[in-house]
Every structure is written in C-alpha cells, then in structure tokens.
C-alpha cells in the first residue's frame, strides 16, 4: 500500500482545512488508517485513527471536538476535517496505516503501522 497526503496549505486562525490521503492496492479497506501530524522540533504525535469499516474513531485530545476522521473505502481514500484551526496546529500532516486487518490501538499506541505516507504542511497564521 502506498499513501500519499495532500490538501495542506495555508489557513489563518479559526479557520477550516480537509486533507485527504490516498491510498494504493486493493486491500485498503483491510487498515485501520491514521492521522499524524510533526512540529518542528517537536514529535510526530498521533492525531486521530479510523477502523477499516469506518465505525470506530478515536482521537487525540488535542484536536477531540476540532478533527473529524473519515474515509471511503470506495475512493481508497481517508480524509480529517480540520476546524477552528489555531497556530499550534502548524505542522508536517501525516497519514497510515496500521497492520493489515489490526485493530485501531495498533495506531493509538504506534505498535503495528505497516505504511506512512509523504506529509503534508498546514501553516496556520494567527
């Protein structure tokens, strides 16, 4: 499977952003699927997770009621809104996927992430 992220660009405080990741081969809907994000100078830190049907999410708390993670499964795509932006969301967007037919923990606690994609820069200006 490969990932490739992308819709990052630059939005001003408060506002809103969808990313999107695309997702290679047939056995996308086998992975739970991931959202990631690196400040500079900072680590990577779990951002939100979705299982491979789509019914259980779980996120971070500090993006919980702001991101909302989805996918389809037809598409081979995932997607996290992101709302009410603030500059502290800055940061290097990644997607992955977690082991096949694993499920979401492995994300949450980073044990089994078979596939990351490239990131993608949000800046968000205050």
């Known amino acids: 499977v490969q990932l490739q992220a992308c819709g990052g660009g630059l939005v001003q405080a408060g506002g809103s952003l969808r990313l999107s990741c695309a997702a290679s081969?047939?056995?996308?809907?086998?992975?739970?699927m991931g959202w990631f994000r690196q400040a500079p100078g900072k680590e990577r830190e779990f951002l939100a997770a979705?299982?491979?049907?789509?019914?259980?999410?779980y996120y971070a708390d500090s993006v919980k009621g702001r991101f909302t993670i989805s996918r389809d499964n037809a598409k081979f795509t995932v997607y996290p809104q992101m709302n009410s932006l603030k500059p502290e969301d800055t940061a290097v967007y990644y997607c992955?996927?977690?082991?096949?037919?694993?499920?979401?923990?492995?994300?949450?606690?980073?044990?089994?992430?078979?596939?990351w994609g490239k990131g993608t820069l949000v800046t968000v200006s205050s």
């Open positions: 992955a996927a977690g082991r096949e037919d694993a499920p979401i923990i492995v994300l949450i606690k980073r044990d089994g992430i078979d596939y």
């Open positions: 081969g047939r056995t996308f809907s086998r992975y739970a």
């Open positions: 979705i299982s491979w049907s789509g019914g259980s999410t």
